[in-house]
């Protein structure tokens, strides 16, 4: 390498540097952003604390009167049986919601108690209870061999065979929930690279700093300088994360384990640079901020079209279409994250994605520069990608 491309090099770097520090300057110094900072460590605690709620196992009370516990048979873990002194209490604890339900033997016949919102599962389990009570009647008065029957019963009892693997329902939700939340972070972000070339193209400003940058250097340092803002919302985010999840304990395991977070942090950053050169590529293209809606819409649509996808994906990861897909950018961007999530991905199959997708980031970046170059410098009418392209 010779002394002046060593030199050119360097000043590139500088240039590229200048342009970053103002940028990530800009956003540290702007209410706005911390202000939806605020807002979605918000959105995630909330989202984390629901998590918790809905991983927790839940419980069910079912009052037992006029018999013994073991008259009722075995009950599932999350229904606890309390027992009760008469159909009286029993209607009394019900309906004051001291207990989901009431089982009731009297007279020989048994009763089940349930208000009109009881739990269906607590209704359930104490129609169970109430049919072991009656069946037990029914074969007392058979004269049937109780211990004999319930051997045979034992016996002849099926054997409960898994085929294949289903991700729990819950750790999918969970993982696209956080996705989606990252995905609109990601459109958020790309959203004001595109504002910010357009006012710096509607004030003239732009070409100040093109007689002294060239189009390319100063793209390139306003995407590192607003993705590194980006970055440093998401990492407050997976801190706000972290520390909901200290608060309510660490009950739920429906969130992603800390292998699954890093990878959805990294694919985070590969989806944005696939996205944030288009996003700058789209702003260039108007001359006014009232203009810049009509452009944005394709790659906005272009953004949100992964997200349909892995919501139904989600019903299915083991799909063939999705086994295609999740090599594919910009789908890539949400289904292997998710996959790793729930532990169905491989190393190997995350690598040779994301190694399709820096490809698709390299051309996205070459296909942004040549209309950001083409377009940045044109004021008045709305310059169309294909009059960008052919330029």
């Known amino acids: 390498m010779t002394p002046a491309s060593r030199t050119h090099r360097s000043r590139s770097w500088q240039d590229v540097l200048l342009v970053y520090r103002r940028e990530v300057g800009a956003r540290l110094a702007s209410k706005g952003y911390f202000v939806g900072m605020a807002v979605m460590v918000a959105v995630v605690a909330a989202l984390v604390v629901g998590l918790s709620a809905m991983g927790a196992d839940k419980t069910f009370t079912v009052a037992a009167c006029g018999a013994p ?4 048979g075995v009950t599932a873990k999350e229904v606890r049986v309390q027992a009760c002194s008469g159909l009286d209490q029993a209607r009394e604890q019900t309906d004051g919601k001291q207990v989901d339900a009431a089982v009731v033997v009297a007279g020989g016949r ?8 009881s739990d269906p599962q607590a209704q359930q389990a104490a129609v169970a209870m109430s049919r072991t009570w009656a069946m037990s009647r029914a074969l007392e008065a058979q004269h049937v061999d109780r211990p004999g029957l319930e051997a045979a019963l034992a016996d002849a009892a099926p054997e409960i065979v898994t085929v294949g ?14 996705l989606v939340v990252l995905f609109m972070q990601i459109i958020g972000q790309g959203s004001l690279i595109a504002q910010g070339v357009v006012e710096e193209k509607s004030t003239r400003i732009v070409e100040v700093l093109l007689s002294t940058l060239t189009p390319l250097r100063l793209m390139t340092g306003k995407v590192a300088g607003i993705g590194t803002a980006a970055v440093l919302q998401i990492a407050v985010l997976v801190g706000a994360m972290a520390g ?12 992603p384990g800390t ?3 890093l990878s959805l942090m990294v694919w985070f950053l590969l989806s944005f640079a696939l996205f944030a050169g288009l996003f700058a590529a789209a702003g260039s293209l108007v001359s006014r901020p009232e203009e810049l809606q009509s452009v944005l819409m394709p790659v906005m649509v272009l953004a949100l079209v992964p997200v349909g996808v892995v919501a139904v994906a989600a019903g299915d990861l083991s799909a063939p279409w999705v086994g295609v897909l999740q090599y594919i950018p910009p789908f890539s961007g949400m289904l292997i994250p998710l996959q ?13 994605a994301a190694g399709v997708m820096l490809a698709a980031t390299a051309g996205c970046m070459w296909l942004a520069a040549r209309v950001y170059r083409a377009s940045i410098l044109k004021i008045g009418s709305t310059v169309r990608w294909r009059q960008a392209l052919a330029a």
Not at 343 to 349: E, F, L, N
Request: charged share 5%; glycine share 12%.
């Open 69 to 72: 516990q073991s008259a009722f």
């Open 340 to 352: 790793a999530s729930v532990g169905t991905v491989s190393v190997t199959q995350q690598l040779l």
């Open 244 to 255: 909901a999840g200290a608060v309510t304990g660490g009950s739920s395991t429906s969130l």
């Open 165 to 178: 693997s289903s991700p729990p329902t819950k750790e999918v939700a969970a993982a696209v929930s956080l």
């Open 259 to 261: 292998g699954a977070m």
């Open 110 to 117: 048994v009763s089940v108690l349930v208000r009109g919102n």
